[in-house]
């Protein structure tokens, strides 16, 4: 049984930083994609950032990029979202999911995560 719980979430100033967790149960790095979503006020889950299975690439939403770092520690079967830099508009939960299939074209479609997290917030404001 796949299990994600994320933490890490909290308020914060613009300019500040944040590292995101996501405990992962059941599943095996090197064979399933992992990936962070988030979803802000009325609006869709958008897609932020992906580590694809056995870490053989790494993706980014332009929103994000040179921003928000992927990463993992397989000794602990965490990954986790470095976020710098944060500004009001990355405001929003934040999702960890994972998926078996690690298809490369659909890596930022949320439809294609079976497994999700509860979400943490995080909030961005002065």
């Known amino acids: 049984q796949v299990q994600l719980v994320e933490s890490g979430g909290g308020l914060v100033q613009p300019g500040g930083s944040l590292r995101l967790s996501c405990a992962a149960s059941?599943?095996?790095?090197?064979?399933?994609?992992m990936a962070w979503f988030r979803q802000a006020p009325g609006k869709g889950r958008d897609f932020v950032a992906a580590?694809?299975?056995?870490?053989?690439?790494?993706h980014y939403a332009e929103s994000v990029k040179g921003r928000f770092t992927i990463s993992r520690d397989n000794a602990k079967n965490t990954i986790y979202l470095q976020m710098n830099n944060l500004q009001p508009e990355d405001t929003a939960v934040y999702y960890c999911?994972?998926?078996?299939?690690?298809?490369?074209?659909?890596?930022?479609?949320?439809?294609?995560?079976?497994?999700w997290g509860q979400g943490t917030q995080v909030t961005v404001s002065s």
């Open positions: 999911a994972s998926t078996s299939t690690g298809i490369l074209s659909t890596i930022r479609q949320k439809d294609a995560y079976q497994y």
């Open positions: 580590r694809r299975y056995g870490g053989t690439s790494t």
């Open positions: 059941g599943v095996s790095f090197t064979r399933y994609t």
